[in-house]
Structure formats: C-alpha cells, structure tokens
C-alpha cells in the first residue's frame, strides 16, 4: 500500500496521502512527519463519519473539502477510503485518473475481513433468526442519552454496537452502510444509512437503535423485534 500512496503524492499538489478502512482504522499513510499517528486516526474517525452522513459511497465520487489554504479529498471504495490532503490548486481532473487507477490495486491488497468472534453471551442476545425465510430479527433499542440518540436520528440514521455490526456482517456475509428494517406488527419499513457506534454500554448488543423520528416512523418500542436485511 505504501507504495501505491508513495506514486499518488508524486502528483503536483499531493502533500499526503492515507488509506482508512471503513471502521476509522488507519491501514497505511504517507504523510510529512509533522502528522503523527494521533492526528490521523482522528481524522479517520471524522472523515467515516462523514462519509456515512453524507452517504458519497451511493452519491458521489470524490469529497473535495476547501479551505483556505489547502484541499482534503476523500474517494471511498468498497471497504475502505482513500484520502488526501492537497495543495488549494490541485488539479483535480489530472489527479482523478491516478486516484481511479490506484484505487484498484488497493482494493486487492485491503486485509481480508476475519470472522467475528461471537461469545455465548452474545450469541444468544444476537441470534434472532427466522429459519424458514432465513431472515435476521433483532430488538429495537433506544439510548437513555436523548442527546446523542438526536444526532444521528436528524440525519436519517439508525445505529448499532461494533458487535452488533459484525454480527450482521458474518450473518449475510457481506459488508454493509445501510439496512432495511421492517416492522412485520404494522407493515412498516424503511431503508437507514447505519452509524457504528464504538464506546456503548454490552447492554445495546444485538440491537438496532433508533431515534424518535425513525422509531415513530417505523412505528416501534424499545424491546419490539424489527426484521433486518442489508439496505
């Protein structure tokens, strides 16, 4: 990967560069010293979240954040994201070709994501399946903060624990951004970008947490079961 960052800050304008898988961890980066580690595993954190509210996996094909005196550029691919920090006069369409060509040897080189390592505990909060239509079925939650649980739920988003995620991952066996849920009680359902929610009390595994809007709109408690299927 190193090498494949090396080659995209040989482009005029290019400072550094730096690849974050789409958890906010930092797989590799080639920035000046005056970066640390510290810096840039902020800036993962920041730059998922980001990318999660404004969704650019489904809408767009580079974040180009100006400043006055520089340039962040973020181009997300399929489990990971890629993102740089440019001079204010980067030529964009020149460095977009470096970047499309760069993003597919990286995707071949992205570790391979490990099964989750569920425990009996956990096992048997997560498991909610339904056999027959080979649908997963968990429990709606609510956060106690009202606060928090109002941020997301402004930006039309439901969330679940580190757990939770990977359970849902290893159960279809695919990586996911958004989530059907359907409320099979009322007939009601809607598809929700997903935020991952890293520092929540064991007490929300194997749950989807919901804010006040969504809950009212799928029409769901704490405590109802909710289907669940990849958005």
Do not use: W
């Not at 489904?58 to 550029?73: C, F, H, M, P, S």
């Not at 709606?140 to 997301?152: D, K, M, Q």
Request: proline share 4%.
């Amino acid at each position: 990967m190193l090498d494949i960052l090396r080659h995209i800050n040989s482009v005029e304008g290019v400072i550094g560069s730096a690849v974050f898988s789409d958890k906010g961890e930092v797989y590799a980066h080639a920035f000046p010293s005056l970066i640390d580690a510290a810096a840039l595993k902020k800036a993962a954190a920041l730059t998922l979240e980001c990318t999660y509210g404004l969704q650019i996996e489904q809408t767009l094909d580079l974040l180009d954040l100006r400043y006055a005196e520089g340039r962040i550029i973020v181009k997300s691919f399929p489990g990971a994201m890629l993102c740089l920090l440019c001079t204010k006069n980067i030529n964009l369409q020149v460095l977009s070709i470096t970047l499309n060509l760069a993003v597919k040897k990286l995707e071949s080189l992205l570790p391979k994501p490990e099964a989750p390592a569920v425990s009996g505990q956990q096992a048997g909060v997560l498991a909610r399946k339904d056999d027959t239509a080979g649908v997963l079925r968990l429990n709606v939650g609510n956060l106690s903060n009202r606060e928090a649980s109002s941020s997301f739920d402004s930006l039309g988003m439901v969330a679940v624990s580190q757990p939770t995620f990977k359970y849902i991952t290893e159960f279809y066996k695919a990586p996911f951004k958004k989530l059907k849920l359907a409320n099979k009680a009322t007939g009601m359902s809607g598809t929700f970008p997903v935020m991952v929610m890293n520092e929540i009390p064991q007490q929300y595994d194997g749950t989807i947490i919901v804010g006040p809007s969504i809950g009212k709109k799928l029409k769901v408690l704490e405590g109802d079961k909710i289907e669940v299927a990849l958005g």
